[in-house]
């Protein structure tokens, strides 16, 4: 090395020899701070760092030399060697040297390649833990983000589902509609040429013999079939939109008509209404005054032994309810049939599609020997204006 070449060596060759059997670095270091020897391992490892001239430096390096120097037992400490320009920290171990003189040599066992090693791993692990807590981090927002995937496309195939659902509905509600929609024109159609049509025709046959063979009493029968065929068109033109409706109201129409349908079937019925009106769709009203019309017709037809019947009609904000309530056999007895429902050309059936178009629900409560409630709920529209 550069050092001990250039200067001859403090120690004896006995002494050089021993320090050179040392497997660890050894530096023999003058109070001035230069580096007065070092080993063979010493001189190895300093010159793969430089091969200036070394000399310790630095408060920290000579306050550990002044402690080293004053003992024989080696004490730990850190000392800065600096050659050129530049400088490196070392551990090591210091003890003043055996030897008796004004100027002690201080002895230096270096721990380079231990410590650079262990703080090489330490680093390495800390940066290991490092980087597994940022994947677990990592995987667990993956996983987070997974699951809502998940869950999205769950929600989004019930989603699909429930659409399609609902459009299958839609359509089978919508054509149910259009079948009784043209079983209710075929009626009236046979009607106007049952009723109607035959009766015109028989009519004209009376007024071509009268033509020939003036009779007073074959003028009574003809005004007779005129009352009769006017009376025939009226019940077709109630079918279509009852009158009443447009002139009287809903309320008045439905009071009219029970108390018209009780005369004629002989049973007790009563009519109530509650809470504070509102007016609605004509839609709407006409599919109340329809569901009372038809609710009545079935208890004529096969609720036989009925005695009262009640109707409610009840207004509140969230809707409007209507009650048909009879105190009959009930459903389970009376054994409707899908033809005695349908045989009005509107029928239940019909009443639950058209209240469903109208956002409503149609419930039939009934038990053998308990009467039947037919329960019928329609949302809230009110009509702007007027």
Known sequence: MATTAARPSPLTVE??????????PILIVARSGSVAYANAPARQLLTQE????LHIAGKASTAFLTRARATRTPVPGVIALKRGTGARRYR????????ESIDPLVLLRLLPARDTRFNLLASEAVRLRRELAERERYQQRLQTLLCERD??????????????RAERDRDAVLARLYRAHQAERECLARELHDEAGQQLAWLKLRLDRLRRAPSPTEVEAMLKQVD?????LRQVVRELRPGTLTELGLTLALGGLVREWSDQSGIAIEFQLSGTRTPLTPEIEVTI???????LTNVVKHAQGT?????????AEAGVTLAVEDDGPGLAAEAMTEEHRAESGFGLTGMRERLTLLGGTLVIESSPGGGTTILA????TPITGG
Do not use: K, W
């Not at 002494?15 to 660890?24: H, P």
């Not at 430089?50 to 001239?53: E, G, H, M, P, V």
């Not at 195939?157 to 659409?163: C, E, K, V």
């Open 15 to 24: 002494a050089e020899r021993a320090l050179e059997a040392v497997g660890d």
């Open 307 to 315: 005695r009262h019947v009640s109707v409610t009609l009840q207004y």
């Open 377 to 380: 709920r329609l949302p809230m």
């Open 151 to 164: 869950l999205l496309l769950a929600n989004l195939r019930s989603t699909a589902q429930a659409r399609a």
């Open 92 to 99: 090591c171990h210091g003890c003043r040297l055996n030897r």
């Open 289 to 295: 005054f329809r569901l009372v019309q038809e609710a």
């Open 50 to 53: 430089d091969s200036a001239r």
């Open 228 to 232: 009769a065929i006017s009376a025939s």
